[in-house]
C-alpha cells in the first residue's frame, strides 16, 4: 500500500530521518521518500495511514 502524507514540521535532514525510523519502526521493509521542500512524505508499505500518523506523531512531528 501507498501512503502520502503531508508532515509540515520537517525542516532538515535529522527530522526525516526522525520520521522515516519511526515509519519503519512499524514496518522495517517500508520504502519512505521524503521531499524536504513539499513537506510530503511517501511510504510503501504494510501499516496502515493511521498507524503511520500516529508513528509521526509521536516522535513530535505535525501530520497535516
Known sequence: MTVEIKVS???CQACA????????SLDAQADVK?????KIVNINGKSSE?????AITAVGHTVE
Request: aromatic share 0%.
Open 50 to 54: 493511521t498507524a503511520i500518523k500516529e
Open 9 to 11: 514540521s520537517i525542516v
Open 34 to 38: 521524503i521531499d524536504l521542500e513539499t
Open 17 to 24: 530521518n526522525t520520521v522515516t525510523k519511526a515509519i519503519q
